[in-house]
């Protein structure tokens, strides 16, 4: 079956004054993927993320967004808007709005503006009702539904981050972005969180199954290889260290995509078992982390191959 | 440290001797004013030293040493109210009601204001009639209004058919001279009569207090009790002599000048010409026989009922104070010409 | 040991203790005073002070009203409108400011200056340029507080993270939608913090203007009493005074409790 693509990053370069971060970045992410983006810190993965939101526009190339209930058409970014939803690792939330609010908050915003919530109020009150509903639903998606009166404040980082995910899931965006979303948490609430993902994982390949759209489509930035290659489907690393030289700069040009492969796939209820990708992991490692190593920056690049492969194995429905 | 106990101990004891045989201190609160504004220049010109501790000439005559207080005219009142100064300047309206809780006595007349208290119109008020109906503004229970309510009475007109406006008259002149909206009328004292007049050349005067002479009597009024204590009956002189020791300057004329520059500084910022104005409106009673016939007349028996009269009507006295005459009479308020003349016995 | 929290009774009971000892205090200084001079009015006897207080609550004879109810009602009303033409200019200057660096440049430099300046001192300033009536307490009050409170809504403004503004743009905002409801959200509990803060400044500037221009209010029936030395009423109407400025922080704190619940609960 063929996917269709979410989001295309072109020749994507990017740099703050004279320093240069990132170079003709070309990414393609498909429609239900979760994809992880590993690299070193300071590479420009945030910078990414931000030219991806539309809040910090790329000096070159275009990123483009692939948006549609049933028929896919693309725009290229030009600044944030309700198709791409976004958590953070702080400030997910607003703390002036409790969490029911909070997941409300996208739909009061989309389907709304101010004029009709202050001239058209008891129109509103009702539109607001089943708006709470829906939130209500969201938040008991994410396990959270007793906890729908509490605000920011009064609940862990975890029940934030998983408020958060409902409050962007509510949108149903063409694309969820997630920044080190469970980077502040400790150990214990980041394995409930990712097997949330992965729960929402599958609700993709029950959608694929049945052959419609795949809900979710994640990119998510991490700085954490187990977590990369347990979430996600696909693991892409953003790194500095490459083969510049040999491809003709004075200078270093900044950071690129090195390494693109697929990652094992879990379901949420599997025993979390980090030794089976540790092959995987140290060739990340190599190839991305470790500023000795000079590989040309095609040369781990072997997702499309992979899914190719794959795709010929699968036999046609 | 024990050195340092004793050695306070010693200071403290030498102190209290060395001030034992210094003069007893009496305090006189006062603010700017004409002819209040005398004792601020005796401080400058030697006559007394304002400060406790320190004696000018006239304070080693009488062996009495002044304290000079200064500050604005109402914490004046405030200050003589609280038994926090034992003599004050003040008017012969203000003192009514301070003497029903501080009975006092007047020891000194220094001026009469004539001319100095105005009612000042704009060009639209021709005559008094055309006050009915417009605010009128000024310091509400003061001078201002007494001046106001009595020139109508004299013109023959009802006050409770004129609105009288409170407002600082500072405030008021100010707003007069900026042409406000809804602003004809305002009674007001000098500086202000005077400053408000050259600043608005088409206002005039509509009455003023030179309808009443030796009705608004500016005064020093010292409490009874302070009276009574030793060496008080000297200050009581020292202050008069002091006053009439300041006019002598002002008669004079190679000192005339200077002396009404002197008085006129913090008054205000008029010039040497209009502070030769201000003190014709503010006719000074210049000599012990000026002061002394005022104090002996029976005119101000007079003034004094219509004065109460009007405190009692306004409210500004909570019952009526009992206002005597002459040497040994008792009262809340005794006009006393003794220490005047005392003054002027003693050269 | 220092910091040790004490039972509620004795918080109760110290609280208590203050009140009587400063009543005690009184007591005995007019006490004390009277012995000097029986008749003296300027720290009156508690009969006294009740004469005062029935003088000011009572119908007047002269002017036809009770002194304190004309007085508050004249005072609140200025304070009210000079206050919420302060708070209305306030939020819209910091809002631009804190939206829109050209604004901020442009007004930053006159309004950190102006912020530092005691409008008191400008009294004089206010008599000129708004005249004597009414207007005049609303203006100064007004410009009186409103740097203060311009600074802190753009302060306010600019402490929500970036990343909430681009959360509300991907939730679907306009810009309008960001103002309205996320920094304003944000800025209305901080502000009526300020806003409580500034109603202490605000009630000298308001007081001292009327003590000199006033024909009722407050600061006029104080200044005016007090020259008449009739302390017996100046007192409590300076009790009356606390008493309003409490019932209005009491009130403005009930107020952001209601608007932002969330500011409460330790943001």
């Given amino acids: 079956m063929d996917q269709p693509a979410s989001l295309a990053i072109d020749c994507l370069s990017h740099g703050f004054g004279t320093k240069p971060v990132l170079h003709d970045v070309q990414l393609r992410i498909l429609r239900g993927q979760i994809v992880a983006l590993v690299g070193p810190s300071g590479c420009g993965k945030s910078t990414l993320l931000r030219a991806i939101v539309g809040t910090h526009l790329p000096r ?17 970014v030009e600044g944030p808007g309700r198709d791409r939803g976004i958590v953070y690792q702080h400030y997910s939330l607003f703390p002036f709005l409790t969490a029911v609010e909070n997941v409300a ?13 202050l001239f058209k109020f008891p129109r509103w009150l009702k539109r607001r009702a089943e708006h709470l509903k829906q939130a209500r639903e969201f938040l008991d998606r994410v396990g959270l539904g007793s906890a729908a009166s509490l605000y920011p404040s009064e609940m ?106 697929s990652a094992p796939i879990f379901e949420p209820d599997d025993t979390r078992d980090f030794s089976c990708f540790a092959g995987q992991r140290e060739e990340i490692r190599d190839v991305v982390f470790n500023p000795d190593s000079a590989y040309p920056r095609e040369k781990h690049l072997r997702y499309w191959q992979e899914l190719e492969q794959q795709r010929e194995a699968e036999p046609a429905p | ?56 000439s006239i304070e080693e005559k009488w062996g009495v040493d002044i304290e000079l207080k200064e500050a604005e005219y109402d914490p004046c009142i405030a200050m003589y ?29 220094t001026s009469t204001s004539y001319g100095a208290d105005a009612c000042i119109v704009s060009s639209a008020i021709a005559d008094v009639k055309d006050l009915k109906g417009k605010k009128v503004r000024g310091l509400a229970l003061s001078v201002s209004e007494y001046c106001f309510a009595r020139n109508l009475q004299i013109l023959g007109e009802d006050p409770a058919e004129y609105t009288f406006v409170n407002m600082d008259p500072g405030a008021a002149a100010l707003a007069m001279q900026q042409k406000q909206a809804d602003f004809d009328a305002i009674v007001v004292w000098n500086p202000f009569v005077l400053d408000t007049l050259n600043q608005r050349k088409d206002c005039h005067v509509l009455f003023d207090s030179s309808s009443i002479p030796n009705e608004i009597i500016d005064m020093v009024v010292m409490s009874e009790s302070a009276l009574q204590k030793p060496k008080g009956k000297e200050f009581a002189s020292a202050v008069a002599d002091a006053f009439y020791a300041l006019n002598k300057r002002m008669a004079d004329a190679t000192t005339r000048d200077d002396t009404l520059i002197a008085l006129g500084e913090k008054f205000s910022n008029l010039d040497l010409q209009s502070m030769r104005k201000v003190v014709q409106q503010t006719k000074f009673y210049a000599t012990p026989e000026e002061a002394t016939k005022l104090f002996d007349s029976a005119e101000l028996k007079d003034t004094m009922t219509k004065v109460v009269d009007f405190c009692v009507k306004m409210e500004i006295v909570a019952k009526k104070p009992v206002v005597a005459f002459g040497a040994g009479a008792t009262g809340n308020l005794v006009f006393d010409p003794a220490y005047i003349a005392a003054a002027a016995a003693k050269p | 040991m220092i910091g040790e929290p004490i039972a509620r009774v004795w918080h109760v009971t110290l609280g208590i203790g203050a009140v009587l000892l400063l009543l005690i205090a009184y007591t005995i200084l007019s006490m004390r005073q009277h012995r000097e001079n029986p008749d003296d009015k300027t720290i009156p006897s508690w009969s006294q002070l009740s004469e005062g207080v029935k003088k000011s609550v009572e119908v007047n004879q002269r002017s036809n009203e009770r002194w304190v109810v004309a007085d508050a009602q004249a005072t609140s ?13 306030s939020l819209l200057i910091g809002m631009l400011m804190g939206c829109f660096a050209f604004v901020e440049a442009f007004l930053y430099p006159p309004l950190a200056f102006l912020a530092k300046i005691p409008p008191i001192a400008l ?29 802190t809504v753009y302060l306010a403004v600019k402490e929500v993270p970036a990343e909430l503004r681009y959360k509300a743009y991907t939730l679907g905002a306009s810009h309008l939608e960001i103002i309205w409801n996320v920094l304003l959200r944000h800025v209305l509990p901080k502000l009526i913090d300020a806003i409580r803060l500034q109603i202490g400044p605000a009630m000298v500037y308001l007081i001292a203007a009327e003590m000199v221009v006033g024909d009722v209010g407050f600061g006029y029936r104080i200044r005016l009493q007090f020259k ?40």
């Fill in chain 2, 1 to 56: 440290m024990g050195r340092i106990i004793i050695f306070a101990v010693c200071a403290a004891a030498l102190a209290q001797t060395a001030f034992a045989a210094k003069p007893p201190v009496f305090s006189l609160a006062w603010s700017e004013y004409p002819s209040w504004s005398a004792f601020g220049v005796c401080h400058e010109t030697g006559l007394i030293n304002g400060a406790a501790g320190k004696l000018g």
């Fill in chain 1, 60 to 76: 070159q190339g275009t990123v483009t967004v692939f948006s549609g209930n049933s028929h896919l058409t693309g725009h290229v």
């Fill in chain 3, 77 to 89: 009303l200025r304070l009210f409108w000079g206050v919420f033409w302060g708070v209305s200019g």
């Fill in chain 1, 105 to 117: 908050f996208g739909l009061m915003l989309d389907q709304t503006n101010i004029s009709y919530r």
């Fill in chain 3, 228 to 267: 008449l030395l009739n302390m017996s009423v100046v007192y409590p109407y300076i009790v009356v005074l606390g008493a309003f400025g409490f019932g209005i922080d009491y009130a403005l704190r009930k107020l952001q409790a209601f608007v932002s619940p969330w500011y409460a609960k330790g943001y």
């Fill in chain 3, 123 to 151: 009294l004089a300033v206010f008599f000129v340029l708004a005249g004597t009536g009414e207007t005049m307490y609303v203006t100064m009050i007004a410009f009186g507080v409103l740097p203060t409170l311009a600074q």
């Fill in chain 2, 81 to 109: 109210g609280a038994g926090q100064t034992d003599a004050v300047c003040i008017t012969n309206m203000d003192v009514l009601n301070a003497s029903l809780s501080r009975p006092g006595v007047a020891i000194l007349a």
């Fill in chain 1, 156 to 261: 862990s980082g975890g029940m934030c981050q998983r408020v958060a995910v409902a409050q962007a899931l509510i949108m149903k965006p063409a694309l969820l972005l997630l920044d080190e979303p469970f980077g502040a948490l400790d150990e214990a609430m980041r394995e409930e969180l990712q097997r949330m993902l992965l729960g929402l994982y599958q609700e993709n390949l029950a959608a694929r199954r049945k052959g419609e759209l795949e809900p979710h489509t994640m990119f998510i930035v991490t700085h954490e290889l187990n977590e990369a290659l347990y979430v996600g489907d696909r693991v892409v690393g953003l790194s500095q260290y490459w083969d510049w030289r040999q491809a003709g700069h004075a200078q270093p040009p900044g950071a690129t995509v090195v390494y693109d492969c």
